[in-house]
């Protein structure tokens, strides 16, 4: 069946650093890709999507690209900021199930 | 105007008690989900709606009954309440039942069975 594979957490990094987040999925047919952020205490928020291969979501200086070849959809961000610490979820829909399929989660911790 | 919102926030309960949990969406979408999240934060869809007709029912125990009196609510009704439903229940909707567009979330309902 579908499924969505990202990476384990807790990722702590320092302020301003590099993240990636790797997703990939499995999926019949052409599924649409998401990534949600979750906050302490909150529900889940849209991050970005994209709907097609090669499409590129980006928001709020995050970015992941649609990637068929390799069935991914990386999350990546230049700079994080301390605000940007919250639980990431890579999601698929979109494949004739009716749902949205999550992955696991991932915690990002950015200290100061 | 919240988009898609649940009560209660937060309900403590003992083990055997029946409870309910609300959801109304104000977004005009057709389609609505019930999922629950562990405490792994590992989301699994529940029940899915589509203009009031049941599409998905996921393996979800008989003590779970969900109730849709119109394309705008979506509640959520437990029997028998057993200390492995705590959990943080989430309502969520989309336009369609495709899953081509996003879904929204509510804020979640964090049920404690003690």
């Known amino acids: 069946g579908d499924s969505v594979t990202q990476m384990e957490g807790p990722v702590t990094l320092s302020e301003e650093a590099f993240l990636t987040i790797n997703c990939t999925y499995t999926?019949?047919?052409?599924?649409?890709l998401f990534w949600y952020v979750q906050y302490p205490g909150e529900g889940l928020q849209l991050l970005l999507k994209?709907?097609?291969?090669?499409d590129k979501g980006s928001n709020k200086g995050f970015e992941a690209t649609y990637r068929k070849e390799t069935t991914s959809f990386h999350l990546e961000k230049g700079s994080v900021q301390v605000s940007d610490s919250a639980v990431y979820f890579c999601?698929?829909?979109?494949?004739?199930?009716?749902?949205?399929?999550f992955g696991t989660g991932t915690r990002l911790k950015v200290l100061a | 105007d919240t988009a898609v919102s649940q009560t209660p926030k937060y309900l403590v309960t003992q083990m055997g008690n029946d409870k309910s949990i609300k959801c109304e969406q104000n977004?005009?979408?057709?389609?609505m989900y019930w999922y629950k999240q562990d405490s792994k934060k590992f989301l699994k869809i529940m029940f899915s709606?589509?203009?009031?007709?049941?599409?998905i029912n996921e393996t979800v125990p008989n003590r779970f009954s969900p109730k849709s009196p119109d394309k705008a609510h979506l509640n959520l009704h437990i029997n028998s309440l057993e200390l492995g439903d705590s959990a943080v229940y989430f309502c969520?909707?989309?336009?369609?039942?495709?899953?081509?567009?996003?879904?929204?979330f509510g804020q979640g309902t964090r049920l404690t069975v003690v």
């Open positions: 969520a909707s989309s336009q369609d039942s495709s899953g081509s567009t996003e879904a929204f």
């Open positions: 999926a019949t047919g052409y599924p649409s």
């Open positions: 994209a709907t097609k291969a090669d």
């Open positions: 999601a698929l829909g979109g494949s004739g199930t009716y749902k949205y399929i």
């Open positions: 977004l005009g979408h057709d389609t």
């Open positions: 709606y589509n203009n009031k007709e049941l599409i």
